[in-house]
């Protein structure tokens, strides 16, 4: 056993991203299991690794964990990226649930039907430059700090960094009303870690293509 | 200012509900300020006091917190619901969002156009009984204590006995193949804050009705 952390997904982004987002930047090297059929997915269910017979599935400190939201907490819990106290983690809290809801939107794109993908596309493109970034550019401005929370780097910054990320994916221009974001984007990049997570031949994926699309359906049927 | 939380929603469960029985679980007395039409929607924000525009929102401490995981994360650190180390939260953050999960399927039932319904009932019944509720009976079972995580009243107990009531509204025999769920919610139906709450005049919500959903709609679309 190699101590490592051991994450078992498709070889995509899907729920499993934001995990390897934070595992990368707080500076944590972990192994993948990809599964790649249904009966994999079959014979780990019958194993008894999923406590609701869902992926993600994340083997860290003798727990075998789920749920992609208590895993997140636990990494940011223990590698210091949840505030220093319980109202910085409130703000976090916030400030990562919002930053959620429009990665969902992002998550579930790929599967919609095509005579709604348009619809979806521009819904994206208004919440994130309505709705979402208008709040982080305003709390960076109003504390002219480089991090979202408590002057420190937090599991917020790195929720944030993803989501633009994946945004300008979709919409290269998508932050030209917003300078600060684009000064913390530069920053967030920058950081070791982040950088490192950044390069070509980390374990970040690619954004998702119809192959993707086809090997989720395939595995996950219901 | 009275102090206590101030909780503004629709006069409806929703997704205050749960943030509803938290507060009185951990027997901390709240206000209401109700939503009825879409102005008032828009009034709070205009204001500013939503951050994603959105509500649930919950004055408390100073803070006007929105995004519901946010606010039952806070409420339970404050009052000591969150297990006592890293671990107890990752063992209660697991079965609180199996619960989410559950719950989310519970909430939508009535939203479901006609068409929709007989198939949805049909997969909450299987997701309930097949996925979900055998686990936490295995997890009772296993450590044959009182509660779901470290021997200790936690928010997982809160938003189980919570999930197991709407799911009898929804098929009243659901539990009958979990006789320690059964024993469960007998058991915390009883602890003194939670029996409060269950009894009428308490602030706890009804199930949305059919006939309500348009009102609703009109104030969220």
Wanted: overall charge positive; aromatic content about 10%.
């Amino acid at each position: 056993m190699s101590g490592k952390p051991r994450l078992t997904y498709l070889n995509g982004r899907g729920r499993m991203e934001p995990i390897r987002w934070l595992l990368g930047a707080a500076g944590v090297e972990f192994e993948e299991t990809f599964l790649e059929t249904r009966e994999e997915y079959e014979k780990l269910i019958k194993g008894g690794s999923l406590l609701f017979q869902q992926v993600p599935l994340v083997e860290i400190d003798g727990m075998k964990m789920v749920q992609t939201r208590a895993i997140l907490s636990y990494i940011a819990g223990k590698y210091n990226l949840y505030g220093k106290d319980l109202k910085e983690r409130a703000l976090i809290d916030m400030y990562v649930e919002g930053i959620t809801d429009l990665m969902q939107m992002i998550l579930m794109f790929p599967f919609s039907p095509p005579e709604e993908k348009e619809k979806n596309f521009n819904s994206i493109k208004e919440k994130a430059t309505n709705r979402y970034f208008p709040v982080f550019e305003k709390v960076l401005k109003q504390h002219g700090q480089d991090f979202l929370v408590g002057n420190k780097c937090s599991w917020a910054d790195v929720q944030l960094i993803e989501a633009i990320l994946a945004v300008e994916e979709k919409i290269p221009a998508v932050l030209l009303a917003f300078p600060q974001l684009q000064a913390f984007k530069i920053r967030m990049s920058n950081m070791p870690t982040i950088k490192k997570f950044l390069q070509p031949g980390s374990p970040r994926k690619p954004p998702p293509d119809d192959h993707y699309v086809e090997t989720v359906l395939k595995i996950f049927k219901n | 200012m009275s102090g206590k939380p101030k909780l503004h929603y629709f006069n409806g469960r929703g997704r205050m509900e749960t943030i509803r029985w938290l507060l009185a679980a951990a027997g901390v007395e709240f206000e209401e300020c109700f939503l009825e039409t879409k102005d008032d929607l828009k009034k709070l924000q205009k204001e500013g006091s939503l951050l994603f525009q959105q509500v649930p929102m919950v004055e408390i401490d100073g803070m006007k917190m929105v995004q519901t995981r946010a606010i039952m994360n806070y409420i339970a650190t404050k009052h000591n619901l969150y297990g006592k180390d890293l671990k107890e939260r990752a063992l209660i953050d697991m079965y609180v969002e199996g619960i989410i999960d559950l719950n989310e399927l519970l909430m939508v039932y009535v939203f479901q156009p006609a068409d929709k319904k007989e198939q949805h009932f049909a997969n909450i019944v299987d997701k309930a009984t097949n996925r979900y509720f055998p686990v936490y009976e295995k997890v009772l079972k296993d450590h044959g204590h009182d509660f779901l995580v470290g021997n200790q009243f936690s928010r997982a107990d809160v938003q189980l006995l919570e999930t197991l009531l709407m799911a009898e509204e929804c098929k009243p025999d659901i539990l009958a193949k979990f006789p320690l769920l059964q024993s469960f919610k007998a058991r915390i139906s009883n602890i003194p804050t939670i029996k409060k709450f269950l009894q009428p005049g308490s602030q706890r919500k009804p199930p949305t009705d059919e006939k309500d959903v348009p009102k609703v709609m009109k104030i969220f679309y």
